[in-house]
């Protein structure tokens, strides 16, 4: 009875994950196995055109390996950004750490399209880099900042990077200082603590960074859109333009799906190989 | 085997003391405690000597070597912290490893002193666990034996037992005590419990205000403390404030409360009319009220298995008697206190003089 009366505790949350997680997975997965309709999202029985589709056309097809690049890349960008920056604030003293968490949490205030739009102003091609280069008459023209794959990693990694950070901070915070002391009495020096013990302790927070950043790269679609300017094709934004502008939804499910899917397998790889036995 | 010497070694936090010029000396394989409360340097004088603290002034030598401004890699110091400070990823022999590989031991050599030391803690069925599936006894014999396996000049111990059960504690105060008499290292061990100082040290160096009270053996530390800070932080202990009848050549005779007098066999300190005096619980025995040397009654009485203590309200204030429990005494009985004078210690004036 006491057990029962636990177990009720839990069912507002899974409330919340079955009507807002599942059930809508539920229907996606569904819609993915519509047939496609002309004048009408989508039309009646089921097929598998949209998967066909996606891995028929390399448009489609290829977007899926683009994107994972690019999530990769923004994940190992904001981890070697990242980590100085957790470490440094993990060692700093109480009156800095205040202030240094503040700074990296400043991009969350600020949403994610003003960011993005942000970054435009600053790395277009009559932007402020551009332009003051120009004036200083070091370039001829514009170099080509954005509406490419430059470009949108830069400003997946601004905007991810307070989730990189943190994870490692909780993970560096919670090292026993001590620890380094007794590498440091066995004879080793700041940068085999580093590469032998801090490194290697806080894996926790690297590999939970890591999937954080990789798995919101991946399906970020403000700042690839206006950043790569469509001429960045991800996966995210192609889902985007089937379900909304071409009314297609079968086809944009089946691609949500194929996504969403294809992150899981890596997240888990992932996971496999930096799996830590000794936690 | 290693001598260390610490000389006038000062340490200030901005303008605070920490440590007041320190001197000790601790010889060869010696066995030394520093007790003392929080707050009294011990373990800021203990982090001194591993580098892990700058000193402000002073010196510490290794073999009369200044070391004082070498880093804590170099100064070939084993350590054991309260926390154990394990490697959390890697296993019982890697953690063991860790020091000889910094060391640039050959493979084959590390394997073999490894196993030794592996062995020396009775740890070497442990030997690819993670410290995270060791117990807190376990971990800590990981601790030891990773100090020890690198053959470190001195080895260090930071309140190593301090987060033990208690029954485990007396266990390893008597493992730590025999290995370090079998390595015959010198050794320096920090604690804030005068039972674990008293029990395994060769010599206790008392701290109070980061300051040394008094540096001796157990016996002496108990039975002759320095000071009556020292006597009330190590052990029990009974203050008496009585006057003075007449010092001669055989010493000081003080009188009780009651008329009876003690004739204590060591000089008074001159120009005092009384004399405070220590008795430890133990070295007063209780007798039927017609027969002490000073009445009291029993306020209250604890039994506590081997022996039974009692507070006894005197005309010298409340005082802590323990007594064998053959002895029968009650709550509210009146009974006489027995003072041995040749166990009673003069207190010097140092106290009210400070």
């Known amino acids: 009875m006491k057990r029962f009366r636990a177990t009720l505790l839990i069912v507002p949350t899974a409330a919340l994950i079955f009507f807002f997680v599942i059930l809508p997975y539920v229907t996606v997965l569904l819609m993915s196995f519509r047939a496609p309709a002309d004048g009408q999202p989508y039309g009646q029985g089921f097929s598998l055109e949209g998967y066909q589709q996606f891995f028929s056309q390399p448009y489609y097809a290829l977007s899926l390996p683009s994107s994972l690049a690019l999530g990769m890349a923004t994940t190992f960008v904001c981890l070697v950004l990242g980590y100085p920056i957790a470490l440094h604030i993990a060692t700093a003293s109480r009156r800095w750490r205040g202030l240094l968490y503040g700074i990296v949490l400043s991009p969350l205030l600020v949403g994610i399209v003003v960011r993005s739009y942000g970054w435009t102003i600053l790395l277009g091609n009559s932007g402020v880099i551009n332009s003051s280069l120009r004036n200083l008459g070091l370039i001829d023209r514009p170099l080509p900042l954005m509406y490419n794959n430059f470009g949108v990693i830069l400003a997946l990694a601004h905007v991810f990077l307070p989730f990189m950070v943190l994870p490692l901070l909780s993970s560096l915070q919670s090292i026993d200082p001590a620890i380094a002391q007794a590498a440091r009495s066995l004879g080793a020096r700041r940068f085999t603590i580093f590469r032998r013990v801090t490194f290697p302790v806080s894996m926790p927070g690297v590999q939970a960074g890591c999937i954080l950043v990789f798995v919101l790269a991946i399906s970020s679609y403000v700042t690839p859109s206006l950043v790569g300017g469509m001429r960045v094709k991800t996966t995210t934004l192609l889902v985007i333009d089937a379900l909304i502008d071409q009314y297609q939804w079968p086809f944009g499910s089946a691609m949500a799906l194929i996504l969403a899917v294809t992150a899981g397998i890596v997240v888990l790889i992932f996971a496999r190989l930096t799996r830590m036995k000794w936690t | ?354």
């Open chain 2, 1 to 354: 085997m290693t001598e260390v010497s610490l000389r006038s070694l000062q340490k200030f936090y901005g303008k605070t003391a920490a440590l007041k010029a320190i001197s000790l000396d601790v010889n060869h394989g010696e066995f030394v405690s520093l007790l003392g409360p929080s707050g009294c340097g011990k373990s800021t004088t203990l982090k001194c000597i591993a580098g892990f603290e700058d000193i402000t002034d002073g010196r510490i030598c290794f073999d009369n070597k200044d070391i004082s401004r070498k880093l804590p890699e170099d100064r070939d110091i084993g350590m054991v912290f309260q926390s154990y400070a394990l490697f959390p990823h890697m296993t019982v022999t890697q953690n063991l490893a860790f020091g000889l590989e910094m060391r640039h031991v050959p493979k084959a050599e590390i394997a073999q002193r490894v196993a030794r030391a592996m062995e020396m803690v009775q740890l070497t069925p442990y030997a690819d666990r993670y410290p995270k599936k060791l117990s807190g006894g376990q971990q800590q014999r990981v601790a030891l034996a990773r100090a020890l396996v690198i053959e470190p000049a001195i080895l260090l111990l930071d309140e190593p037992l301090a987060n033990l059960d208690a029954k485990l504690r007396d266990e390893m105060r008597g493992f730590i005590r025999d290995l370090q008499k079998r390595v015959g290292i010198t050794t320096i061990y920090v604690t804030h419990d005068q039972n674990e100082a008293m029990t395994m040290s060769d010599r206790v160096v008392v701290m109070f205000d980061g300051e040394i009270a008094q540096a001796a053996t157990p016996e002496d530390v108990y039975n002759r403390p320095a000071s009556e800070r020292v006597a009330r932080f190590v052990g029990n202990a009974n203050i008496l404030d009585l006057p003075i009848a007449r010092t001669d050549a055989q010493g000081t005779t003080v009188t009780l409360p009651g008329g009876a007098t003690l004739q204590i066999t060591r000089p008074a300190p001159s120009g005092q009319s009384r004399l405070r005096v220590m008795a430890r619980p133990e070295q007063i025995t209780l007798t039927s009220a017609d027969l002490g040397q000073l009445p009291g009654r029993i306020e209250k009485r604890y039994f506590s298995g081997g022996h039974v203590e009692y507070s006894v309200a005197t005309d010298c204030g409340p005082l802590f008697v323990t007594g064998p429990t053959t002895q029968h005494f009650a709550e509210g009985d009146s009974v006489g206190l027995c003072f041995d004078p040749a166990r009673l210690w003069p207190l010097p004036d140092a106290e009210s003089a400070q």
